[in-house]
């Protein structure tokens, strides 16, 4: 089992930035590739970011070049830096975990936070 909690959500104005952290435990951290996802109200969970168990890294294209993925090995940590946000990217985000390769479906990811929620005003 793995469990994951993230933090640092939060209400902020466009243009603004946030970061999101997710903690891992229960399994060795450097052998999962770890995702970002995203559900906004009414709308179906979508893939945000993925980095791999070597470091290699995928965005959705609405967030390429704003967003950036990076983890922290020896903190069994993995972070979601939001620059230049957009009211769009009001959602809830769920860090999730996969001893697979890597994967942009979320039906893939056997392990998942609990959220945090990310609101963007106008």
């Known amino acids: 089992q793995v469990q994951l909690v993230e933090t640092g959500g939060g209400l902020v104005q466009a243009g603004g930035s946030l970061r999101l952290s997710c903690a891992a435990s229960?399994?060795?951290?450097?052998?999962?590739?770890m995702g970002w996802f995203r559900q906004a109200p009414g709308k179906e969970r979508s893939f945000v970011s993925v980095?791999?168990?070597?470091?290699?890294?995928y965005y959705a294209n609405s967030v390429k070049g704003r967003f950036t993925i990076s983890r922290d090995n020896a903190k069994n940590t993995v972070y979601l830096q939001l620059n230049s946000l957009k009211p769009e990217d009001t959602a809830v985000y769920y860090c999730?975990?996969?001893?697979?390769?890597?994967?942009?479906?979320?039906?893939?990811?056997?392990?998942w936070g609990q959220g945090t929620q990310v609101t963007v005003s106008s």
């Open positions: 229960g399994r060795t951290f450097s052998n999962l590739a």
């Open positions: 999730a975990a996969t001893e697979t390769l890597y994967s942009f479906d979320p039906s893939t990811y056997d392990y």
């Open positions: 980095v791999t168990r070597s470091n290699g890294t």
